[in-house]
C-alpha cells in the first residue's frame, strides 16, 4: 500500500511516451538531476545561448558541446537519427529544433572518452 501511493505520486510516464534512447555510461550523471533536465534541459542551453552570444560568457557546464559529447550514441556517432538521445526523444514529444543546423551532432573525438570522466582540469 506504501509503496502504492509512493509510485503514484512520481511523475512517472507510461512507457510510450517520450522515451529517449540514453546511451549514457555507468556512473555518469548529468549537469542537473535527470528530472530536473527532462523538464527543463531546454531552458539551460537556451540560456546558455544568449549568455555566450550577447554577453560573451562561457561556461562548461551547461555547455551544447558538451551535452553531444556526453549523450551521442557509440555507434552512430551522433545525438540524431532514430534512436539518437535528443531526436529519439523529439520525435515522440512532436518537438523540432534546428541547433544541428550550424552545431555537430557528433561529439568530439578526444572528449568523447573524457566526458566520462568529471571535468577535472577546468
Ligand atoms: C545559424 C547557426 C546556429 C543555430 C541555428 C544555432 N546556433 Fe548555437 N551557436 C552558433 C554559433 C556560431 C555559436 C558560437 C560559436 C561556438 O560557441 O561554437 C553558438 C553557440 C552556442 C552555445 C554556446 C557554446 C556551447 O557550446 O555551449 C550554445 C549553448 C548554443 N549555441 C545552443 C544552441 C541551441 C540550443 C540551438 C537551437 C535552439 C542553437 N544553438 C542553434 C550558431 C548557431
Ligand atoms: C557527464 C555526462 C553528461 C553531460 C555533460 C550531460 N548529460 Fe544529460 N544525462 C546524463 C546522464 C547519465 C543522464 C541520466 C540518464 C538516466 O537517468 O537514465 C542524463 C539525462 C539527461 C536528460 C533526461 C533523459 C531522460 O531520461 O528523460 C536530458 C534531457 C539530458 N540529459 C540532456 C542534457 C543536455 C541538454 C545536456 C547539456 C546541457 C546534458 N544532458 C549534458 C549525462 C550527461
Ligand atoms: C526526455 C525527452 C527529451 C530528450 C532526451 C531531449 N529533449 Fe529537448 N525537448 C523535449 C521536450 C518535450 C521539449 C518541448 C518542451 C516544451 O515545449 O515545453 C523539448 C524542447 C527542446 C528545445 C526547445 C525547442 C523550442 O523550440 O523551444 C531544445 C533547444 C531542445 N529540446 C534541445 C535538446 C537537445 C539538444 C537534446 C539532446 C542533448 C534534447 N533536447 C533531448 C524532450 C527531450
Do not use: W, Y
Not at 537556451?46 to 553531444?68: A, P, W, Y
Not at 514529444?93 to 557528433?106: L, S
Amino acid at each position: 500500500m506504501v509503496t502504492a501511493t509512493a509510485m503514484a505520486a512520481e511523475p512517472k510516464k507510461p512507457s510510450r511516451v517520450q522515451m529517449p534512447v540514453v546511451q549514457t555510461k555507468a556512473g555518469e550523471k548529468c549537469v542537473e538531476p535527470t528530472d530536473v533536465m527532462r523538464r527543463d534541459h531546454m531552458k539551460f542551453i537556451l540560456h546558455q545561448r544568449d549568455e555566450t552570444m550577447h554577453r560573451g560568457i562561457r561556461t562548461v557546464k551547461h555547455s551544447f558541446k558538451n551535452c553531444v559529447n556526453c549523450h551521442a550514441d557509440a555507434k552512430t556517432n551522433s545525438v540524431l537519427g532514430k534512436d539518437g538521445f535528443c531526436q529519439s526523444c523529439h520525435t515522440h514529444a512532436a518537438v523540432k529544433i534546428d541547433c544541428f543546423e550550424c552545431h555537430t551532432a557528433a561529439p568530439e573525438p578526444s572528449k568523447a572518452a573524457a566526458a566520462t570522466k568529471p571535468a577535472a582540469g577546468n
